[in-house]
C-alpha cells in the first residue's frame, strides 16, 4: 500500500486539528497568494513530502528512461505555462490505476496506468498540463495553508495527508468520515471552481506547445463513458478530479476555435508505454504477450513492440534474443535514447564490456541531454572497476547538474573503488542532504572528518560543510517540535 494512505490515519487527527478555512479567507482564484506561502516555503514543502515518496513508498518507480521522458514532455508544456518560478519535476508511480497528482512546489506523479491509458501523446499531454495548472495557481498550496503559526514540518504532513485523501481507498474515506470531516471537506470543496480553472488553462497550454487541444476532452470523455459503463468502478483519476457535464461542454467548446491538425505522438512515448508494459508480471507472460501482439500485428508502432519484446527477453535474461529485437527496432525507426540503453545493458549484461561502453558514448553524443544514458554509463563505468573514468565523468556531469543525487552516489562509489573514505562520505553526505535526510548527512560528514586521508584543503571543506549541516539540522529540529 502506497506510503501516503498509510500515513493517512496517523496524520489525519494533526489535519483535523486545525480550524477550517472559510470561502471568505481563500484568495481569488488567480491570485498566487504570494503574502500568505511563499513560493519557497511551499517548494520546501514538496521536496519534503517528495523525499518521504522516494524513500519510503514502494510505489515510487525509480526509472531514469521512464522519469526522462516525462520531464522533457513535461519542460515543453511548462515552457509556455505560467510558472512563477516554481521549477518541475514529473516522477512516475507504478501503480497501474489511471491517476495523475500534483503536489507543492512543482512535484507531479503520474501512474503507470494513466500512460498506458493515454491512446496519444497530446491525451497524455492534456492531463499533465491540467496537474501544471493546479501548480501555477497554487491551488494545492491554498489546501495545505491554514495559518502562518503552523510549522513546515505540520504542512508536510498536511500535504500528505490531503494526497492521501485524494488518492485514497474506500476505507480511507470511510476513516475520514467517521472523524470530524468537516475540515478535510471544506478543504477539498473548491475543488470544482479549482478544476474549471485548470482546465482552462491547460487547454492555452497544450495550444501553445504544439500539442492537439482535442487530446484533454477525448481523455476525459473515454474516462466519463467508462464511468457510466461501470458506475462502481470510477477511476481514481476521476475520485480525485471530480468531472462534470459542464466542464466537459466547456472543453469542447474551447476547441471549436481552434483548427484541427494531426500532431504525430514522439517516438519515445510509445518506447515508454512499451516497456511499462514490458515491466508487469513475470517475464515469461511478457515475452508471451509481445510475441502475440507482433504475430498478430496488434501495436500502434512496430519499432515499440520490439522493444518491449527485447525487454521482456532482457527481463528473461535471454540476452542474445533482446539484442535481435533492439536491431530490428533500430532498423525500423533509427535509434532513440532509450533503445540504445537498452542495447548497451544487453552487451554489458553478455561480458561484451567495450561494445557496451562504446554504444553508451555514441548514444551520449546523440542525445547530449537524456539522463538515462548519463546514469547508465556512470554506472557501467563503475561496475567494470574503472574508477578513475567514473569519476572524471560524473563529476563533469555533476558541472551541469549539481543537485543531482544519482550522481552524487556515483561519485561516492567512484571514491569507494579508489579506496578514499574521506571524499566517499562527504560525497554521501551531500547526497543525504539533497534527499532531505540532514541527520544521515551530517553522520556521512563526521565519518568524512574522522576518515584521515584528506588533504588541508579537503579537509576544511569538509569541516565547513559539516557545520553548515549540523546548523540546518538543528533548524529542522526546532521546526518539529
Known amino acids: ?284 507472460e511478457a515475452v508471451r504477450d509481445f510475441s502475440s501482439l507482433l504475430k498478430e500485428q496488434k501495436y500502434p508502432s512496430e519499432a515499440a513492440a520490439r522493444y518491449g519484446l527485447a525487454f521482456a527477453y532482457y527481463r528473461a535474461q535471454d540476452w542474445g534474443a533482446a539484442e535481435r529485437e533492439l536491431l530490428a527496432a533500430r532498423r525500423l525507426k533509427g535509434g532513440s535514447a532509450m533503445l540504445e540503453r537498452l542495447l548497451a545493458e544487453t552487451r554489458l549484461a553478455q561480458g561484451e564490456t567495450q561494445a557496451g561502453l562504446a554504444v553508451y558514448r555514441e548514444a551520449m553524443l546523440r542525445f547530449p541531454l537524456n539522463m538515462g544514458l548519463v546514469y547508465g554509463y556512470g554506472a557501467a563505468l563503475i561496475k567494470a572497476r574503472r574508477f578513475d573514468e567514473s569519476l572524471r565523468f560524473v563529476e563533469s556531469q555533476l558541472q551541469n547538474y549539481p543537485a543531482d543525487v544519482r550522481l552524487h552516489r556515483m561519485r561516492a562509489e567512484s571514491f569507494a573503488g579508489q579506496g578514499r573514505r574521506a571524499p566517499q562520505h562527504q560525497a554521501l553526505g551531500e547526497a543525504f542532504a539533497l534527499q532531505g535526510q540532514t541527520g544521515a548527512a551530517v553522520e556521512q560528514l563526521q565519518l568524512a572528518q574522522r576518515a584521515g586521508d584528506a588533504n588541508f584543503y579537503e579537509q576544511s571543506v569538509i569541516d565547513a560543510r559539516l557545520r553548515e549541516l549540523k546548523k540546518q539540522l538543528a533548524e529542522e529540529m526546532r521546526e518539529r517540535r
Open 1 to 284: 500500500m502506497p506510503l501516503t494512505r498509510r500515513l493517512l490515519a496517523a496524520l489525519l487527527a494533526l489535519t483535523l486539528a486545525v480550524p477550517p478555512v472559510g470561502a471568505d479567507n481563500l484568495p481569488e482564484l488567480g491570485d498566487v497568494a504570494s503574502n500568505d506561502l511563499s513560493l519557497a516555503t511551499e517548494k520546501r514543502i514538496g521536496q519534503q513530502i517528495m523525499h518521504e515518496i522516494q524513500a519510503r513508498d514502494m510505489a515510487y518507480l525509480d526509472d531514469p528512461d521512464i522519469e526522462t521522458y516525462l520531464n522533457q514532455l513535461g519542460g515543453r508544456l511548462v515552457a509556455v505555462s505560467t510558472d512563477p518560478g516554481m521549477g518541475f519535476f514529473f516522477f512516475p508511480i507504478n501503480d497501474q490505476s489511471i491517476n495523475a497528482f500534483a503536489m507543492p512546489g512543482g512535484f507531479i506523479g503520474v501512474h503507470a496506468g494513466l500512460m498506458l491509458a493515454a491512446e496519444s501523446e497530446s491525451e497524455l499531454a492534456g492531463v499533465l498540463a491540467h496537474e501544471i495548472s493546479h501548480v501555477t495557481q497554487r491551488h494545492i498550496a491554498r489546501q495545505v495553508y491554514q495559518s502562518k503559526k503552523l510549522s513546515i514540518a505540520s504542512m508536510v504532513a498536511m500535504g500528505l495527508a490531503l494526497l492521501a485523501a485524494r488518492s485514497s481507498t474506500q476505507g480511507a474515506t470511510a476513516a475520514i468520515a467517521g472523524t470530524q470531516a468537516g475540515v478535510l471537506s471544506a478543504q477539498l470543496a473548491f475543488s470544482r471552481d479549482f478544476e474549471r480553472e485548470s482546465d482552462r488553462l491547460g487547454f492555452e497550454i497544450l495550444r501553445k506547445s504544439g500539442y492537439d487541444v482535442r487530446g484533454m476532452s477525448a481523455f476525459f470523455g473515454r474516462l466519463q463513458k467508462a464511468v457510466r459503463l461501470y458506475e462502481n468502478n470510477a477511476t481514481a483519476y476521476l475520485r480525485t478530479h471530480p468531472l462534470s457535464g459542464e466542464r466537459m461542454s466547456d472543453m469542447q467548446n474551447r476547441e471549436v476555435g481552434v483548427p484541427y491538425r494531426q500532431v504525430v505522438d514522439s517516438p519515445d512515448f510509445q518506447l515508454v508505454r512499451a516497456k511499462l508494459r514490458a515491466m508487469r508480471g513475470i517475464p515469461v
